[in-house]
């Protein structure tokens, strides 16, 4: 039998991964098992344009690259076991796949919140069937949206229903400014300001007690005991990695799968990890272990990943250096982006204007021990502008742990 | 090689431009202008713009 590689998860991380493993030299099989039944799509625009009905799935599907025209595809299956010694996996099927290298792709799914109350009219927004199965519900005359999380997805829900002409939208959070984690206090106050300006309410500083309804729900029980009145909720409150299926092979598991510099699983140089389910050291910072949960990180952890197992697997001995992307992302809310270059979570508790104005396109820079690690444009595509022009100052500076600061 | 850029996609992100200045770039006003028939040898980077296109807009013909 010819070698294998087993992709675990068919989303954009498996795509890429798929995609970069030939663009590596890989000649040997491929097969990519995922859960959902459809050819890998682009989910940014879920929280958006799906939402609004401006993109049916057809302008979703990415086009996969010539190079994988060859590669089987086990649609609709779920890889529930591994027996990562054996080099097997099992799927939910009853099936077994017997590999030679795996890539570890089976992404996030959204957490959910166990207080109270009936289930029905609570959305998550993750896949194709949860934007359209919102849309529907958000698209009745007279529908009351309350939000529960106010970071990215949430907001991005929040400014996409009011657009659709939704007569409430609440955001409710128990942190004080909506994305304040990622982004800190000077950017959080700017956007909550041009969220309300635009028609969304927010319940900050407090959390979510319960859900009022019989068999769906009709309000949102806040810790105060105050009632918000709601026909469909979102529950955008983070997400849940899904690596059950690697459970009992001694792996640490908590919050993602753990990877080394060069993104490979529990010491196995035939295991690697990709997309957000990968917890990796990124060399261009402190080398903690983190997951990262922007668009970008699919594409890439798979040219990186993708390099070092095929490596591996034709026993070419070049080891890359350190898996060390600079991350970027990007969200849009309304009639405005917020562009974002490094790593701003970083450098929370140094920020600075860099140009413009809170109240209008603003430019702001991210700074750890006095050094730029992050900048965040918000507003118009000048801004944007003016944040890649500190991408080469971001690119150039060297690594923080490198410079043996605190 | 042939590159089409769906310009109703593009919303001027610029990740294209990162990944491969020889053949994209935003003008003075952030609008994007790009190569459509770049040398075979820009193929790598040009693959690597299609990749990080936020709206997946760009499409390579033969």
């Given at each position: 039998?010819?070698?294998?590689?087993?992709?675990?998860?068919?989303?954009?991380?498996?795509?890429?991964?798929?995609?970069?493993?030939?663009?590596?030299?890989?000649t040997g099989a491929i097969t990519l098992v995922g859960d959902e039944?459809?050819?890998?799509?682009?989910?940014?625009?879920?929280?958006?344009?799906?939402?609004?009905?401006?993109?049916?799935?057809?302008?979703?599907?990415?086009?996969?690259?010539?190079?994988?025209?060859?590669?089987?595809?086990?649609?609709?299956?779920?890889?529930?076991?591994?027996?990562?010694?054996?080099?097997?996996?099992?799927?939910?099927?009853?099936?077994?796949?017997?590999?030679?290298?795996?890539?570890?792709?089976?992404?996030?799914?959204?957490?959910?919140?166990?207080?109270?109350?009936?289930?029905?009219?609570?959305?998550?927004?993750?896949?194709?069937?949860?934007?359209?199965?919102?849309?529907?519900?958000?698209?009745?005359?007279?529908?009351?949206?309350?939000?529960?999380?106010?970071?990215?997805?949430?907001?991005?829900?929040?400014?996409?229903?009011?657009?659709?002409?939704?007569?409430?939208?609440?955001?409710?959070?128990?942190?004080?400014?909506?994305?304040?984690?990622?982004?800190?206090?000077?950017?959080?106050?700017?956007?909550?300001?041009?969220?309300?300006?635009?028609?969304?309410?927010?319940?900050?500083?407090?959390?979510?007690?319960?859900?009022?309804?019989?068999?769906?729900?009709?309000?949102?029980?806040?810790?105060?005991?105050?009632?918000?009145?709601?026909?469909?909720?979102?529950?955008?409150?983070?997400?849940v990695a899904n690596t059950e299926w690697l459970d009992g092979n001694?792996?640490?598991?908590?919050?993602?799968?753990?990877?080394?510099?060069?993104?490979?699983?529990?010491?196995?140089?035939?295991?690697?990890?990709?997309?957000?389910?990968?917890?990796?050291?990124?060399?261009?910072?402190?080398?903690?272990?983190?997951?990262?949960?922007?668009?970008?990180?699919?594409?890439?952890?798979?040219?990186?990943?993708?390099?070092?197992?095929?490596?591996?697997?034709?026993?070419?001995?070049?080891?890359?250096?350190?898996?060390?992307?600079?991350?970027?992302?990007?969200?849009?809310?309304?009639?405005?982006?917020?562009?974002?270059?490094?790593?701003?979570?970083?450098?929370?508790?140094?920020?600075?204007?860099?140009?413009?104005?809170?109240?209008?396109?603003?430019?702001?820079?991210?700074?750890?021990?006095?050094?730029?690690?992050?900048?965040?444009?918000?507003?118009?595509?000048?801004?944007?502008?003016?944040?890649?022009?500190?991408?080469?100052?971001?690119?150039?500076?060297?690594?923080?742990?490198?410079?043996?600061?605190? | 090689?042939?590159?089409?850029?769906?310009?109703?996609?593009?919303?001027?992100?610029?990740?294209?431009?990162?990944?491969?200045?020889?053949?994209?770039?935003?003008?003075?006003?952030?609008?994007?202008?790009?190569?459509?028939?770049?040398?075979?040898?820009?193929?790598?980077?040009?693959?690597?713009?299609?990749?990080?296109?936020?709206?997946?807009?760009?499409?390579?013909?033969?």
């Amino acid at each position: 039998m010819s070698a294998r590689i087993v992709v675990a998860g068919a989303s954009m991380a498996g795509l890429r991964a798929a995609e970069q493993l030939r663009a590596a030299g890989w000649t040997g099989a491929i097969t990519l098992v995922g859960d959902e039944p459809h050819m890998p799509y682009n989910r940014p625009p879920l929280s958006k344009e799906v939402l609004a009905g401006k993109a049916p799935f057809a302008s979703l599907a990415f086009r996969p690259r010539a190079s994988v025209s060859d590669v089987e595809w086990r649609l609709g299956t779920k890889v529930v076991a591994s027996r990562l010694s054996e080099r097997i996996v099992e799927l939910d099927d009853g099936s077994t796949l017997s590999y030679d290298g795996l890539v570890v792709a089976t992404g996030m799914r959204p957490r959910r919140l166990r207080c109270p109350g009936p289930l029905a009219g609570r959305h998550t927004v993750r896949t194709l069937a949860d934007a359209q199965g919102l849309r529907d519900e958000l698209t009745r005359p007279g529908a009351r949206l309350v939000v529960v999380g106010a970071g990215f997805i949430g907001c991005e829900v929040a400014a996409t229903a009011v657009g659709l002409g939704v007569r409430e939208v609440t955001v409710v959070d128990p942190l004080p400014l909506p994305m304040v984690g990622p982004l800190g206090e000077l950017l959080g106050r700017a956007l909550l300001e041009r969220h309300e300006q635009r028609g969304v309410r927010f319940a900050l500083g407090t959390s979510v007690a319960g859900f009022e309804g019989e068999d769906r729900v009709t309000g949102v029980v806040l810790a105060d005991s105050t009632v918000l009145p709601a026909d469909v909720v979102v529950e955008s409150v983070g997400s849940v990695a899904n690596t059950e299926w690697l459970d009992g092979n001694g792996l640490d598991l908590t919050d993602g799968v753990l990877t080394d510099e060069q993104l490979r699983v529990g010491g196995r140089p035939e295991v690697v990890a990709v997309g957000d389910v990968a917890r990796f050291p990124n060399a261009r910072y402190d080398g903690v272990p983190r997951r990262v949960e922007h668009w970008c990180i699919p594409t890439d952890t798979a040219r990186h990943a993708a390099k070092v197992l095929v490596a591996h697997l034709t026993g070419a001995d070049a080891e890359p250096a350190p898996f060390a992307p600079l991350p970027t992302f990007w969200s849009d809310q309304h009639d405005f982006r917020l562009q974002s270059f490094g790593a701003p979570a970083l450098g929370t508790g140094d920020v600075r204007v860099l140009d413009g104005d809170p109240a209008a396109d603003v430019l702001v820079g991210y700074h750890h021990d006095g050094r730029l690690v992050g900048v965040v444009a918000l507003g118009g595509p000048a801004a944007g502008s003016a944040a890649a022009r500190h991408r080469a100052e971001l690119l150039k500076q060297p690594a923080l742990s490198a410079q043996g600061s605190s | 090689m042939k590159v089409v850029v769906d310009m109703n996609k593009c919303q001027d992100h610029g990740q294209c431009v990162f990944a491969a200045p020889d053949v994209f770039q935003l003008d003075e006003n952030g609008r994007l202008g790009y190569v459509s028939d770049p040398d075979d040898a820009l193929r790598d980077e040009v693959e690597e713009a299609a990749d990080v296109c936020p709206l997946q807009a760009i499409r390579i013909e033969a």
